[in-house]
């Protein structure tokens, strides 16, 4: 069985850092696409960012130039570097892992961005 335990979130103020990590276990890490995704207060969940396999990347729009996401596959483990944080990006991270046909939820964790 694949389990996905996402760790890092907390309460930070505007223009702060957090670090987000992912490990995988239960499945071949290496081969599948991993992402972050972020779902607010009344809002849909939305896409972050997404690692594949060949360790390419890709951003939201929003995030793009304060948020890296990286993967150390020999800890089944992605992980999310998110700087300049604003209130904005106070939202549950969830990541994800993706499969041919199939994918994989993590339980969340809650970031807060916060004066």
């Known amino acids: 069985q694949v389990h996905l335990v996402e760790s890092g979130g907390g309460l930070v103020q505007p223009g702060g850092s957090l670090r987000l990590s992912c490990v995988v276990s239960?499945?071949?890490?290496?081969?599948?696409?991993m992402g972050w995704y972020r779902q607010a207060p009344g809002k849909e969940r939305e896409l972050v960012a997404v690692i594949n396999s060949d360790r390419s990347t890709r951003y939201a729009d929003s995030v793009k130039g304060r948020f890296t996401i990286s993967r150390d596959n020999a800890k089944n483990t992605v992980f999310l570097q998110m700087n300049s944080l604003k209130p904005e990006d106070t939202a549950v991270y969830y990541c994800k892992l993706d499969g041919l046909g199939f994918h994989y939820w993590g339980q969340g964790t809650q970031v807060t961005v916060s004066s």
């Open positions: 239960g499945s071949i890490f290496s081969i599948y696409a």
